[in-house]
Protein backbone atom coordinates (compact mmCIF):
# COMPACT_ATOMS: atom_id res chain seq x y z
CA UNK A 1 0.00 0.00 0.00
CA UNK A 2 1.80 3.34 -0.93
CA UNK A 3 0.40 6.78 0.42
CA UNK A 4 0.74 9.95 -1.07
CA UNK A 5 -0.63 12.90 1.00
CA UNK A 6 -0.94 16.17 -0.26
CA UNK A 7 -2.48 19.77 0.60
CA UNK A 8 -0.28 21.49 2.90
CA UNK A 9 1.15 24.51 2.77
CA UNK A 10 1.71 28.50 4.45
CA UNK A 11 -2.06 29.54 6.17
CA UNK A 12 -2.94 32.50 8.41
CA UNK A 13 -3.80 31.77 11.78
CA UNK A 14 -8.35 31.32 11.84
CA UNK A 15 -7.59 30.28 7.77
CA UNK A 16 -8.51 26.41 6.50
CA UNK A 17 -6.60 24.12 4.43
CA UNK A 18 -7.84 20.58 3.31
CA UNK A 19 -5.29 17.91 3.21
CA UNK A 20 -5.74 14.79 0.90
CA UNK A 21 -4.30 11.28 0.97
CA UNK A 22 -4.96 8.97 -1.83
CA UNK A 23 -3.62 5.32 -1.65
CA UNK A 24 -3.07 2.10 -4.12
CA UNK A 25 -4.87 -1.00 -3.50
CA UNK A 26 -8.08 -2.27 -4.61
CA UNK A 27 -9.26 -3.09 -1.16
CA UNK A 28 -9.24 0.68 0.32
CA UNK A 29 -12.45 0.73 1.45
CA UNK A 30 -11.17 -2.61 4.37
CA UNK A 31 -8.55 0.17 5.08
CA UNK A 32 -8.81 2.39 8.48
CA UNK A 33 -7.17 5.59 8.29
CA UNK A 34 -5.51 7.88 10.72
CA UNK A 35 -3.75 11.57 10.47
CA UNK A 36 -0.79 12.07 12.54
CA UNK A 37 1.25 15.10 12.99
CA UNK A 38 4.45 15.99 14.01
CA UNK A 39 6.18 18.99 15.22
CA UNK A 40 10.28 19.68 15.41
CA UNK A 41 11.75 18.54 18.04
CA UNK A 42 8.18 16.59 19.28
CA UNK A 43 6.56 13.21 19.51
CA UNK A 44 4.22 11.97 16.41
CA UNK A 45 0.61 12.74 17.41
CA UNK A 46 -2.70 11.74 17.09
CA UNK A 47 -5.10 13.88 14.87
CA UNK A 48 -8.14 12.27 13.58
CA UNK A 49 -8.79 8.74 12.41
CA UNK A 50 -11.71 7.09 10.34
CA UNK A 51 -12.62 3.82 10.46
CA UNK A 52 -13.68 1.43 7.10
CA UNK A 53 -17.19 2.05 8.54
CA UNK A 54 -17.09 5.42 8.69
CA UNK A 55 -16.74 6.38 12.29
CA UNK A 56 -14.30 8.87 13.26
CA UNK A 57 -12.25 9.58 16.23
CA UNK A 58 -10.45 12.91 16.77
CA UNK A 59 -7.87 14.33 19.25
CA UNK A 60 -9.33 17.06 21.54
CA UNK A 61 -7.10 19.17 20.22
CA UNK A 62 -8.69 19.44 16.68
CA UNK A 63 -12.05 18.55 17.95
CA UNK A 64 -14.77 20.67 16.34
CA UNK A 65 -12.24 22.27 14.22
CA UNK A 66 -10.79 19.46 11.57
CA UNK A 67 -13.46 17.14 10.14
CA UNK A 68 -12.19 14.04 8.34
CA UNK A 69 -14.19 12.12 5.67
CA UNK A 70 -12.96 9.16 3.04
CA UNK A 71 -14.30 8.42 -0.50
CA UNK A 72 -13.85 4.95 -1.55
CA UNK A 73 -14.61 5.47 -4.99
CA UNK A 74 -11.56 7.73 -5.65
CA UNK A 75 -9.55 5.70 -2.74
CA UNK A 76 -8.83 9.21 -0.62
CA UNK A 77 -9.14 10.51 2.82
CA UNK A 78 -9.59 14.87 3.10
CA UNK A 79 -8.85 16.12 6.35
CA UNK A 80 -10.74 19.68 6.23
CA UNK A 81 -8.83 21.82 9.00
CA UNK A 82 -10.58 25.06 9.93
CA UNK A 83 -10.02 27.61 12.54
CA UNK A 84 -6.09 26.87 12.43
CA UNK A 85 -4.05 27.96 14.96
CA UNK A 86 0.02 28.42 15.08
CA UNK A 87 0.12 25.48 17.28
CA UNK A 88 -1.18 23.21 14.38
CA UNK A 89 2.26 23.81 12.81
CA UNK A 90 3.88 20.35 12.08
CA UNK A 91 4.37 17.85 9.48
CA UNK A 92 1.10 15.92 8.64
CA UNK A 93 1.57 12.39 7.60
CA UNK A 94 -1.72 9.84 7.01
CA UNK A 95 -1.47 6.08 7.95
CA UNK A 96 -3.57 3.06 6.83
CA UNK A 97 -4.40 -0.01 8.91
CA UNK A 98 -5.50 -2.90 7.55
CA UNK A 99 -6.09 -5.28 10.40
CA UNK A 100 -8.35 -3.94 12.76
CA UNK A 101 -7.74 -6.40 15.52
CA UNK A 102 -7.02 -4.72 18.09
CA UNK A 103 -6.64 -1.26 16.52
CA UNK A 104 -6.91 1.95 18.67
CA UNK A 105 -7.02 4.89 16.67
CA UNK A 106 -4.57 6.96 18.58
CA UNK A 107 -1.66 4.34 18.61
CA UNK A 108 0.93 4.42 15.72
CA UNK A 109 1.63 1.03 15.65
CA UNK A 110 -2.26 0.78 14.79
CA UNK A 111 -0.86 1.24 11.44
CA UNK A 112 1.11 -0.45 8.69
CA UNK A 113 1.74 2.04 6.37
CA UNK A 114 2.52 5.56 6.30
CA UNK A 115 2.56 8.43 3.91
CA UNK A 116 5.31 10.38 3.26
CA UNK A 117 3.93 13.47 4.90
CA UNK A 118 3.07 17.20 4.62
CA UNK A 119 3.98 20.46 6.04
CA UNK A 120 1.48 22.42 7.55
CA UNK A 121 2.58 26.38 8.35
CA UNK A 122 0.04 28.77 10.82
CA UNK A 123 1.61 31.78 10.67
CA UNK A 124 -0.01 33.97 13.45
Known amino acids: VQLQASGGGLVQAGGSLRLSCAAS????????MGWFRQAPGKERDFVAAIKRSGTTYYADSVKGRFTLSRDNAKNTVYLQMNSLKPEDTAVYYC???????????????????WGQGTQVTVSS
Open 95 to 113: AASLDDTNWIAALTISYDF
Open 25 to 32: GRTFSSYD
